[in-house]
Structure formats: structure tokens, C-alpha cells
């Protein structure tokens, strides 16, 4: 399948395949973009951004939702922090949407959606709390977050759930900067939802400007 | 007011100060709380332990024991209550708003829905519910949206913004910015459309709606009372909620909203394997 992307602007700053159930923290300044691509189709990669020179801003979901007037990201979306303000920009993906309500599997949220048999599990929320420790965050930092490649419907009745995604091999999204952030990704290592087909794989991570 | 002669001395100054006692306002605490009136049936006033009028634009915070109940009520109508929740022992521990939509799956409030923690655990249940019109995903307006529409969104102007206020309350309890955590929305509702869409639901309602919540853990409840932040009127239109909270049981085994679902009853297992001390 074709990737079909546009070509990144600038120079290619950083190229890394992030290995299934991992984390990864990178600094992206503004106006450089992330590419993060699904290389194997259908793997949720999820995703937290901060203030580079004020980490108590950091992405909001809940900000991002309410400027726009949806909850689900599509090209063109613009990411904005607690206090309002742009963080990114959706400039362009080959998905339809992407997920910004379903937030990140945790080991304790997992007992509940599926049992304390999950307990020993690898989990999002600990790629996230590894990765932040390092630069000094904590778990209060740890907010709602995007799902990049995950697919959840609203049905009338307000029902919803994580389902099928809406990926494929090689699909992509190209993130712009607009303040110097600090961007935590967590390859979700999940196994007992379809998101990430029941087979957590790589995604390539490309930084350009 | 008592007339006084002169403010430039101690006890002057003094003396105008206490010609305060007594007065009253729309917005304000009820001390001691027992002496609160129009309590629902069966609670006694020496079981309350809060009741305050919270104004419009206003906010406040509290720690409650296990088992209380807080009944908020929209008195005119306009209220929109913007609702954090911690474990008052280890405030790393909130409300999880994502986690309480996604492990419930659904996205709409109702009686008997429970409001879950980070740590997989039931801090709230909704009890009672006569509004039906709240809202999980858009959040606390903030200085820069309330500027947009209202032209500031100071809290020292006419027009304080909800993340501000969450702040504020946090803030008496030690907490900061790290902690003012994607929130609830209580009184005024938004419905996701097939497209993805967020619908306003911002009434007009009739006055006297409530919600009744009800403590499943020690917990400090932040409340900020502004405009929802999809409130399309140019004007800053939010009128006072009434809070009140008595003592009450922790909830037992047989408790049906406890049970309802296996995913709400590993969070109620959780939150009692949490207190096994």
C-alpha cells in the first residue's frame, strides 16, 4: 500500500522505528513536523504533548475537543493545551479520524475492563510515566491523551467503545509544531482490545524541518 | 449599617468591621452547617457537615469522608458545574474522566454511572440525577476562551474562567496547575452526533434540578460554577448552585449500583481492597 504522503519540508532531523510496547520522548521545535506511520496497520500510538519551557502546559483533550466542536481529530485539527493554546497541527493523515476521548490502558484500568487477571500486563500509563520520570514528571502529569490510529465510536445512546480500527499498513500522520514541545508517545502494548489488532508492531517516528 | 465615627484608629476600624455581623448574601456558607434548612427526607441537620450557596462565577472546595453524600442543586437554572475529585490522601490519585466514559462504555452520565480514578477505583457514585444534561468532553472554559467571547476571563474581573477557579480550589488543598485534570461538567450537557460533533444542551432548564453524588473514597471535591465553554451567549450568563453534604454509610456489599456491572464492581473492589488497613 502506498503511503501516500506529502513530502516532509526541510531536512530529515530524526528517523526511528519505535518498537512495539515501547515508549518514546522526543523535544520537536516549532514548526518542525513529527511523522508518526502505522507501519503494519492498526496500532494505536498513543500520545501526550508538553510545553517545552513549561511543562504544566501540556496537551488537553478536553480544550482540543471544545475549539473544535468534536471530539475526533481529523486532518486540519489543531491540538491545544490546558491553557488554550495551539500545541500542533493535524497537517495531514490518511485517516479519516483518530481518537482523543478513549484515553490510555493502565494497569489498574485494566483490572476493570477485564480483570485482575491482566494485572501483571504491560500498559500505556507505564510507558508514560517511564518516559516523563526522566525529565522529571510525575504522575500528576499524566492527562487525557490522543490516541493516533485507534478508532472509537459515540452510538446515539452515548454507548462506545474502542473497535476495528480504520488503519492500514503504512497510513501516517504529520503533526506541526506550533510552540517547542516535548511529544511522549507509548506504542500501545494493549492485547485485550482490537486496537491495536490484538498485535502490538512498530511504528516509524520521522521529525523533519 | 451603624454609623461610625472614624476608621483611622484600631478600634474604629474594628467597630466598622464587626457592624458587618449578620448581613447576608445570595452566596455563602451555611455555619454551623447543621443549621441548613430544606434537607432531603430523612437527613437529619446534625448529619450535615456542608452547605454552601456557591455563586455564579464562583467556586469552592472540600474534603469529604467516605460515604457522604453531595447534592448539588442548579437553584435558577444557568448553573454549570465544573467538577475535579482527588483521593485526599494521595491527590496523585483523580478523577479519570476518559477511564469513567471508556470502562462504563458511555459517554453520558446517568444514575447509578460511577466516576473513576487513575488507580482503577470507583471515588464516586451518581446517585441521583434530575438534569440528565451533563457533559465528559469539553472541559473547563479558560482565560483565553472566556477573553474570546466575554472580553477577559480574569477572576479578579467579571467574567473568571472555569480552569482559573479549579485552580483556586485546588490550590487551598496544596495542589497546582499539574493537578487541575480534565473535569466533569454537571447541568449543562453535550451529545456526541454520529459525525463526532458536540451538541449543547444549555436549556433553559427549570430551576431546582440536582445531582446527588455520593463519596466511595476520602476525597477533596474541587467545583468551579461558570458558563459552559460552548455557551454560545455573548453574555456571562451563570446563576449560584446550592451544595450540600451530609454523612452516610459507606456502601454496602448488596448495594445495587455497586453491582450493576462487572466493570463498576472490580472498581468497587478495588476501592475496598484499597482500605483493608
Known amino acids: 500500500m502506498s503511503i501516500d504522503a506529502p513530502t516532509l519540508d526541510g531536512a530529515i532531523l530524526h528517523d526511528e522505528i519505535v518498537a512495539a510496547r515501547a515508549p518514546w520522548i522526543r523535544r520537536i521545535a516549532t514548526g518542525q513536523t513529527l511523522r508518526i506511520v502505522d507501519l503494519e496497520g492498526n496500532q494505536a500510538v498513543d500520545f501526550l504533548i508538553y510545553n517545552a519551557h513549561d511543562d504544566a502546559e501540556r496537551y488537553s483533550a478536553q480544550d482540543t475537543i471544545a475549539a473544535q466542536a468534536n471530539i475526533y481529530l481529523r486532518q486540519g485539527a ?22 482523543t476521548i478513549g484515553g490510555a490502558c493502565s494497569v489498574e484500568s485494566n483490572t476493570l475492563r477485564y480483570g485482575h487477571h491482566t494485572k501483571s500486563q504491560h500498559a500505556c500509563v507505564e510507558n508514560f510515566l517511564l518516559a516523563s520520570a526522566a525529565e522529571g514528571r510525575t504522575k500528576r ?56 489488532g490484538f498485535d502490538p508492531t512498530p511504528v516509524r517516528v520521522i521529525i523533519a524541518g | 449599617m451603624t454609623s461610625h465615627a472614624t476608621t483611622a484608629d484600631p ?23 447543621s443549621q441548613a434548612q430544606d434537607l ?18 464562583g467556586y469552592a472546595s472540600r474534603r469529604l469522608a467516605r460515604g ?31 477511564d469513567t466514559v471508556k470502562v462504563q462504555w458511555n459517554a453520558y452520565l446517568e444514575p447509578g454511572r460511577l466516576l473513576l480514578s487513575d ?22 472554559s479558560n482565560r483565553a476562551s472566556n477573553g474570546r467571547r466575554y472580553g477577559d476571563g480574569f477572576n479578579h474581573g467579571a467574567h473568571p474562567n472555569a480552569r482559573d477557579r479549579l485552580l483556586l480550589g485546588a490550590a487551598k488543598f496544596g495542589l497546582g496547575r499539574r493537578d487541575v485534570h480534565p473535569c466533569l461538567n454537571l447541568f449543562k450537557g453535550v451529545r456526541i452526533a454520529p459525525d463526532g460533533a458536540t451538541e449543547l444542551q444549555a436549556g433553559p432548564f427549570p430551576l431546582g434540578r440536582h445531582v446527588t453524588l455520593r463519596a466511595e473514597m476520602e476525597v477533596v471535591v474541587v467545583l468551579a460554577n461558570c458558563p459552559h465553554v460552548l455557551d454560545p451567549r455573548s453574555d456571562y450568563v451563570v446563576s449560584a448552585v446550592r451544595a450540600t453534604a451530609w454523612r452516610g454509610p459507606t456502601t454496602p456489599s448488596d448495594d445495587p449500583m455497586r453491582n450493576a456491572s462487572p466493570e463498576g464492581l472490580r472498581a468497587f473492589l478495588n476501592t475496598e481492597d484499597y482500605y483493608l488497613r
Open chain 1, 78 to 99: 489543531v491540538l491545544r493545551s490546558n491553557e488554550g493554546a495551539p500545541m500542533m497541527t493535524v497537517t495531514a493523515t490518511a485517516v479519516a479520524w483518530h481518537d
Open chain 1, 141 to 196: 502529569d499524566i492527562v487525557s491523551n490522543i490516541n493516533w490510529f485507534m478508532n472509537v465510536p459515540v452510538e446515539a445512546d452515548g454507548t462506545l467503545g474502542i473497535v476495528d480500527g480504520i488503519s492500514a499498513p503504512g497510513l501516517f500522520v504529520d503533526l506541526r509544531a506550533e510552540m517547542d514541545v516535548i511529544a511522549v508517545i507509548s506504542n500501545c502494548p494493549q492485547i485485550n482490545n482490537p486496537c491495536n
Open chain 2, 11 to 33: 478600634r474604629g476600624a474594628q467597630s466598622h468591621a464587626r457592624a458587618q455581623a449578620g448581613a447576608r448574601a445570595e452566596a455563602m456558607p451555611t455555619l454551623p452547617p
Open chain 2, 40 to 57: 432531603p427526607e430523612g437527613v437529619s441537620g446534625a448529619d450535615v457537615v456542608w452547605d454552601e450557596v456557591i455563586a455564579g462565577g
Open chain 2, 68 to 98: 457522604t453524600r453531595l447534592r448539588l442543586i442548579d437553584l435558577k437554572g444557568e448553573a454549570c458545574v465544573s467538577l475535579l475529585l482527588f483521593n485526599a490522601e494521595q491527590p496523585a490519585e483523580r478523577l479519570n474522566v476518559a
Open chain 2, 119 to 140: 488507580m482503577g477505583r470507583a471515588l464516586a457514585t451518581l446517585v441521583e440525577d434530575t438534569a440528565g444534561t451533563h457533559d465528559a468532553f469539553c472541559g473547563a
